[in-house]
């Protein structure tokens, strides 16, 4: 029985399982759940707790599973992080994951175990407002577009690729997927094109057919967007229509009209999308690649307008992505976006400032990430439970560098490329308000600098300034937006810049901080904020030992 107090308690029986289906039109295995690729989507209400018995039926992988968004407050065993929040649940294992959703918004649930995520182990998380309350804007209908990027290569291929000696990149994605649907051999837009590309001839219930957006005209529809990539950063936009920005990571935001979007991986929006276009013709809903160099193609789906058919195209080609490096026009984006009025407002003053740097480095000749020049190494226990019971073997008991050298030239390659792995952890006292400054530099190849999304779990954070070059804490500080800084639980870091966010370390647990793309995190792009673990109690058995004998260890350890 579940007790709930004025609350609804939801309940779901999932299992993790390998499966073929064709995302693209080209068979390959994927990571499904319940056998639906992406997974089911889960709707909830503010307050909801939410009850998933996760079963692994992966046969030879430890399975976990992250909550994107949700700040596990009281449940930081439950936040789905292998060596971090949990163990990995072993094949035949289920694991119940049951925490409470709440804050309304737009939310993504994915895998957090290797490269698990790009295997296709994600779905969507809605939450709405509760009962009795209201957005603080009207729509007449939803849609759902999750975005992920897809390779025919597998990810195990991958993942050996990019832990191997000499490296091998993963390369750009084949494809873009909409609601886990794209189009690889062909295009609903080959008419427009004058490469080669065959016409689509899909009849529509195909694993790859697109998901059409049928709307009624004259209405106002609230697109929920949210990119769960591997990589690829992506920009949409719908033909003739423009949008309105409301909703980032779970949080309203002051509207503003736009007529393209940026999304990064790990990122959510809501955008208002009022159907005010000739009723007897369809529009495109196009998203591409931005911040990399890349061959991969438009996704596309339609806006199909009551009553015409679905089967008619638009007049015009779908919408252009922006050039890949006009980095101009997504900092002109992110620069729009601020809290809505009324929203909560940060801190004043930090009580701790933590600069990491972000580089590009070797260790034995292996290429990585590093931060501070340590490139994160996830520890086989968990800290959570590591830290509770101060098992100090655990894991690399120094405090990682709170800063980086101070003639670091960031416009340049590292002069000394090497770096060391590590896995130690940011002790953060229980409610100190941190300032983190994420600083980009040059990668290994003389004038090249990535976008790096960097997703903090357990938080919300708010985004107090982006800047250009090295960070100057006498100069830039005076820059910060303390008035009205959006609160997100995903920020960018643009090549050569940086980016300054501000959190109160009011969650006690341990919780990652990292670069949300998921070769970069497999290769060490992140870090390990814990604070207030001693304060964490009731720690299920099941997160920290793994079958009956794990169970049984746990129990003869507990009284530590
Ligand atoms: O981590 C990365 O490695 C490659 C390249 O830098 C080295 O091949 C790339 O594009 C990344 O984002």
Redesign the pocket.
């Known amino acids: 029985i579940e007790i709930s107090f004025g609350s609804t308690t939801r309940h779901f029986k999932w299992a993790v399982e390998y499966m073929f289906w064709s995302p693209d039109c080209q068979e390959s295995v994927v990571m499904g759940i319940n056998g639906q690729f992406p997974g089911p989507t889960i709707r909830a209400q503010a307050g909801d707790t939410i009850f998933v018995q996760l079963t692994n039926k992966l046969h030879t992988e430890g399975v976990v599973i992250h909550w994107h968004g949700i700040r596990q407050r009281g449940t930081p065993w439950a936040d789905g992080t292998a060596s971090i929040s949990q163990c990995a649940i072993n094949p035949g294992e289920t694991f119940d994951y049951r925490f409470k959703v709440d804050k309304a918004g737009t939310y993504i649930y994915h895998g957090h175990f290797g490269m698990q995520r790009s295997a296709g182990l994600y779905g969507s998380l809605i939450v709405e407002v509760g009962e009795g309350e209201k957005e603080p804007f009207h729509y007449d209908g939803e849609f759902n577009l999750l975005l992920s990027d897809w390779w025919h290569q597998s990810v195990h291929d991958q993942e050996v690729g990019l832990s191997s000696k000499p490296?091998r990149?993963i390369g750009e994605p084949q494809t873009l997927l909409i609601n886990g649907r794209g189009q690889f051999n062909c295009s609903l837009a080959a008419h427009f094109s004058n490469t080669s590309t065959n016409a689509c001839t899909l009849r529509g219930d195909e694993q790859c057919a697109p998901q059409v957006l049928p709307v009624l005209p004259n209405r106002t529809y609230r697109l929920r967007i949210a990119s769960i990539t591997t990589l690829a950063s992506l920009n949409l936009a719908v033909g003739n229509h423009k949008m309105v920005m409301v909703e980032a990571d779970g949080n309203y935001v002051q509207p503003f009209e736009v007529e393209d979007m940026d999304i990064y991986s790990g990122e959510s929006y809501s955008v208002l999308l009022t159907t005010n276009q000739d009723q007897s013709k369809n529009y495109w809903i196009s998203i591409g690649v931005r911040g990399r160099k890349t061959q991969t193609p438009q996704a596309l789906t339609l806006l199909n307008y009551s009553p015409t058919s679905q089967s008619k195209l638009p007049i015009l080609p779908p919408p252009i992505t922006p050039t890949w490096n006009d980095y101009d026009h997504s900092k002109s984006f992110s620069n729009k976006i601020f809290a809505l009025m009324g929203s909560p407002k940060p801190p004043k003053n930090s009580d701790r400032q933590i600069i990491l740097l972000n580089t590009?480095n070797y260790i034995d000749g292996y290429?990585k990430?590093a931060i501070n020049n340590i490139s994160l190494l996830l520890p086989s226990t968990p800290y959570l439970g590591s830290i509770k019971y101060s098992l100090k073997s655990a894991f690399d008991n120094k405090n990682p560098p709170e800063n980086f050298a101070n003639d670091y030239d960031v416009m340049k390659p590292p002069i000394n490329p090497n770096s060391s792995n590590g896995n130690g952890v940011y002790m953060l006292g229980l409610n100190i308000t941190v300032d983190v400054i994420l600083q980009n530099a040059n990668?290994?190849?003389v004038n090249?600098s990535?976008i790096h999304p960097w997703h903090l779990h357990g938080h919300n954070f708010w985004v107090l300034g982006y800047g250009e070059g090295k960070f100057s804490a006498n100069k830039d500080e005076k820059k910060f937006n303390l008035r009205n800084p959006p609160l997100r639980n995903t920020v960018v870091i643009f090549p050569f810049g940086w980016t300054a966010l501000r959190f109160v370390a009011d969650n006690p647990g341990v919780w990652a901080f990292h670069c949300h793309i998921e070769?970069?995190l497999h290769?060490g792009m992140g870090v390990v904020f814990a604070q207030g673990v001693e304060h964490v109690n009731d720690i299920p058995d099941q997160a920290l030992a793994c079958g009956l004998t794990g169970k049984r260890f746990m129990k003869n350890t507990k009284q530590n």
């Open positions: 490296f990149w590009q290429i990430w990668a290994l190849a090249v990535e070769p970069h290769m």
